[in-house]
């Protein structure tokens, strides 16, 4: 979460208008992206010029929340008072603001329009570094990982389904996270399964059958089976020799793989649904574990000591943006996917995705001029219709459009574009006019850091986090 949304936090009923060129992150773009650019196309590494995708990225976040460059100017409709609201840049990988919102509104998607009303379980897949190497490169591979790992769920789910058939499907969505959390390499799945299966029923029905004693012994036979046919896998597509893959099977702990299936939300829960599904779609960068020790060193904060937790990191300006720009997704790469009865094209999809219930949005959450959604329109559409107020409502369980003279409702009335316009409303309401300046390119290059011991935190000697779950769900 970042500053402004605490802010907004802690005042609640109030909307504030974010500050995002405060922020340590936006300053340390600001001054350094054209360097770094300059220094990338100059090859200061193996890694080549930055892609235009990952360029576009950061001037975009630069331009994000800023009111220069436009905005919509929202208007109480009892007392008249107005405040404007900068535009977003919709980034998917560097900008917190934005990221966090996509996170929100996957999660409120799933949890209105494709998740049922039935209990949960997150299974989380990792696998151990060699392997991982391989994933890492490779989309098909990962995805037949991906299958093989639900497949193994699915069997697992069916023998604790009293009643299921051979035919009986699980429905799951997949998040494949391919950082950690100190924004360090590192593939791993997280799957929300619903904790049973379904069965097709005579008239389009379905049926669905509850687990039961699904428990830590066949989580673990989980583990094991996965262990053994991924490794089959990968002896099959020559990427492993097959006397490696035998000695891996008998390595000791689990070697390297690890299966968690420990946490189970209830069906009627919703809260913790949305929560845990928050906790998957979660962007990798955390604004909030950012800070500047000195204008040329910042420190990227560790999570929480214990297993899965890992140390802070020390990076310059530079390396951060190193950092940064590995996290922006290729354009048209989906976060998510859907399998079993939740695949695209399952037998079964519109009959389950028909059980999920949506929330009961406040009337003034949809778009201004638009009426609110209606159950018969197509998902799809409902989907888009997510207005940010009402985003911001489902984290802050406040509605933020809400006129901080008079607590009345308030209305966006116009979108602003045109710079005469913009420049005249920012002088009358003494705003700045013009975009905080992008400082030009200068040297030496500045990559190392000047004196990485002095803090007493040396990147070199911090170890690759082997784990990073962290299982909790603190949002
Ligand atoms: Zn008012
Ligand atoms: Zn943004």
Known sequence: ?????????????????????????????????????????????????????????????????ILAHGFARARCGQCGHDFLIAFSCK?????????????????????????????????????????????????????????????????????????????????AVAFIHRFGSALNAHLHFHCVVID???????????????????????????????????????????????????????????????VDGSVRIEADDRAGRERLLRYCARPPFALDRLRELDPERLLYEGTKPGPGGNGPLLLTPLQLLDRLAALVPPPRVHR????????????????????????????AAAPPGHPAPTADEPVHRRAARYAWAALLARIYEIFPLVCPRCGAEMRIIAFVTDAPTIHHILVHLGEPT??????????????????????GLDPQTQPAPEYEFDQRLSW
Not at 155 to 170: D, F, V
Not at 220 to 248: H, I, K, N, T
Not at 348 to 355: D, E, F, I, W, Y
């Open 1 to 65: 979460m970042d500053g402004a949304c605490r802010a907004r936090a802690r005042a609640p009923g109030r909307f504030q208008p974010r500050r995002p060129s405060q922020s340590v992150l936006y300053r340390c773009i600001q001054e350094h992206l054209e360097t770094w650019l300059i220094q990338c196309r100059d090859g200061h590494d193996d890694a080549g010029p930055v892609p235009d995708y990952v360029e576009r990225e950061f001037r975009r976040y630069l331009e994000c929340g």
């Open 196 to 258: 049973g299966v379904f069965e097709s029923a005579p008239a389009d029905a379905v049926v669905f059958h509850a687990a039961t004693g699904l428990d830590a012994n066949a989580i673990a036979q989980v583990q094991a089976l996965v262990r053994q046919r991924l490794l089959r896998v990968f002896v099959r597509r020559g990427l492993l020799p097959s006397d490696d893959a035998l000695a891996m099977v008998q390595w000791e702990h689990g070697g390297g793989f690890s």
């Open 336 to 363: 998510h996917r859907y399998f079993g009865v939740l695949a695209p094209n399952a037998p079964l999809r519109a009959a389950v995705t028909a059980l999920a219930v949506p929330a009961a949005l406040p009337a």
């Open 91 to 171: 980034g998917r990988g560097v900008c917190p603001s934005c990221t966090a919102r996509r996170m929100v509104a996957t999660a409120a998607h799933l949890t209105d329009h494709v998740l049922p009303q039935l209990a949960l379980r997150q299974w989380v897949l990792a696998v151990p570094k060699r392997l991982r190497y391989f994933l890492q490169r490779d989309a098909d591979l990962q995805g037949a990982a991906l299958r093989l790992f639900l497949r193994t769920v699915e069997s697992c789910l069916r023998t604790h389904c009293p009643g299921a058939g051979p035919a009986a499907r699980l429905g």
């Open 434 to 455: 013009a975009p905080p300046r992008i400082a030009p390119a200068r040297g030496p290059p500045r990559w190392d850091l000047p004196d990485a011991r002095a803090g």
